[in-house]
């Protein structure tokens, strides 16, 4: 799987809306995957609980009819979900076309619902004579179609904007792995890092990175004269450096440094020890990172 996908990345036939499309696809498929996992644990979760009650009030759990009622509704929100991952590749929401295209999701939303409540009923009475013995009613006694389904559609609506979120979620995560991987062989080859700032890309002579620091969910980092503020983890940052060859050393969870940036080291409280650098920033090194500032 992963040698097809990267010879897929490296073929020039394959356009880049494509590739973004498959990776795409594939992150949706493990999104479904996992929510499949889910369904399945609260589903037995919710079988075991009807019969718990049950058993508590003195009655005897119809098996077949509380494991029927919910695995037939969970199987066709699953099915469903494949839907909603197509209309995701091929009409994604993001925050620069939600007025144009907020209303295809809600009709999209509106059609989960109506599709999960008629294949539901489907399956429940094609399995209810079977495992039952008895037909199928929808509506029982008491209560109206209308009711029914707007008790089934306040549910799907969170099943749909959840499944949407962790879908997008998970193809968001991909397409971050994605510009890493992208950064990593950029400063391999050309030993300069790639850095999103805002909506702009700064590349930067990874030899000349004198320091940097973790801020949140930023990166703060010096390069001749300058600071910059980039958006990633001072893990991808030292990932990046490492690939480009860069002498820097990480010294601190939240700091690390050029090699040839240290003008001195001197002793701190506490057994640990801070760093002069060249610019005149003092930098602290904590004793789990000591042994790996070596000068030799």
């Given amino acids: 799987?992963?040698?097809?996908?990267?010879?897929?990345?490296?073929?020039?036939?394959?356009?880049?809306?494509?590739?973004?499309?498959?990776?795409?696809?594939s992150a949706g498929l493990a999104a479904?995957?996992?929510?499949?996992?889910?369904?399945?644990?609260?589903?037995?979760?919710?079988?075991?609980?009807?019969?718990?009650e049950a058993e508590r009030v003195g009655k005897m759990p119809i098996w077949g009819q509380v494991l029927t009622g919910e695995v037939t509704s969970r199987v066709v929100i699953l099915l469903l979900l494949f839907g909603l991952?197509?209309?995701m590749i091929r009409t994604p929401l993001n925050l620069d076309n939600w007025r144009r295209r907020l209303p295809v999701y809600l009709l999209a939303m509106i059609a989960f619902s109506v599709l999960h409540v008629v294949l539901?009923?489907?399956?429940?009475?094609?399995?209810w004579p079977v495992f039952i013995g008895a037909a199928y009613d929808f509506?029982?006694?008491?209560?109206?179609?209308?009711?029914?389904?707007?008790?089934?559609?306040?549910?799907?609506?969170?099943?749909?904007?959840?499944?949407?979120?962790?879908?997008?979620?998970?193809?968001?995560?991909?397409?971050?792995?994605?510009?890493?991987a992208g950064a990593?062989?950029?400063?391999?080859?050309?030993s300069r890092l790639t850095l999103k700032c805002g909506g702009r890309?700064?590349?930067?002579?990874?030899?000349?990175?004198?320091?940097?620091?973790?801020?949140?969910?930023?990166?703060?980092?010096?390069?001749?004269?300058?600071?910059?503020?980039?958006?990633?983890?001072?893990?991808?940052?030292?990932?990046?450096?490492?690939?480009?060859?860069?002498?820097?050393?990480?010294?601190?969870?939240?700091?690390?440094?050029?090699r040839k940036a240290i003008e001195q080291i001197r002793p701190a409280a506490a057994g640990d020890q801070q760093l002069l650098l060249t610019s005149e920033m003092q930098v602290p090194v904590s004793r789990r990172y000591r042994d790996r500032l070596s000068l030799d």
Avoid at 120 to 127: D, E, N
């Fill in 1 to 25: 799987m992963v040698l097809m996908q990267q010879s897929e990345e490296n073929n020039p036939a394959i356009s880049a809306l494509e590739h973004a499309q498959r990776r795409e696809l």
């Fill in 32 to 52: 479904i995957l996992t929510l499949g996992i889910f369904l399945t644990v609260t589903t037995i979760v919710e079988v075991l609980s009807h019969i718990s």
């Fill in 85 to 87: 991952l197509i209309l």
């Fill in 120 to 127: 539901m009923v489907l399956l429940r009475k094609i399995c």
């Fill in 139 to 180: 509506v029982p006694s008491g209560s109206s179609l209308l009711g029914e389904f707007v008790y089934e559609f306040r549910k799907d609506v969170v099943s749909f904007w959840t499944a949407f979120a962790v879908i997008g979620l998970f193809q968001h995560n991909a397409t971050l792995q994605q510009e890493l």
């Fill in 184 to 190: 990593r062989q950029e400063a391999r080859q050309f």
């Fill in 201 to 258: 890309s700064i590349f930067l002579d990874a030899h000349q990175i004198e320091w940097a620091k973790a801020a949140g969910n930023y990166v703060e980092l010096f390069s001749q004269g300058k600071t910059h503020l980039a958006r990633m983890t001072l893990t991808a940052l030292e990932d990046q450096l490492v690939a480009a060859g860069a002498d820097t050393v990480r010294v601190h969870r939240s700091w690390l440094v050029n």
